[in-house]
């Protein structure tokens, strides 16, 4: 993930960060290597969300298009509790999600369920 809460506030990473999942309130540990792009990672375990890939810059370029409140917003279900990181939530409840690798239909019909006004 690009972003976890340092001190209440929303940081991307840097070396030797800790930092607190938005989604699951798990620690996170900032991944600030030469081969991976930098990010977030929970420590010890599986991410929360497993709709969750492993980003590229061209993931970020996108999101980097959109203010930082809009990315990486945990998005709850009131009924089931489930919970995902949408990669971008605008104020409006609009939800984005961009996806450069091949993904199957029921898995994006299953998405777009769950976040409802999505694209
Ligand atoms: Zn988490």
Known sequence: MKYAFVNQAKSEPFPKGRGICSNCDAELIAKCGRVKIWHWAHKGKPPCDPWW????QWHRDWKNNFPADWQE???????????????????????????HSPIKPEEMASREAFYENMV
């Open 53 to 56: 890939e492993t980003e590229t």
């Open 73 to 99: 917003v945990s998005h709850i279900d009131p009924l089931s509790g489930e919970k995902h990181i949408a990669d971008l939530k605008n104020p409006f409840g609009l939800v984005v999600e961009f996806q």
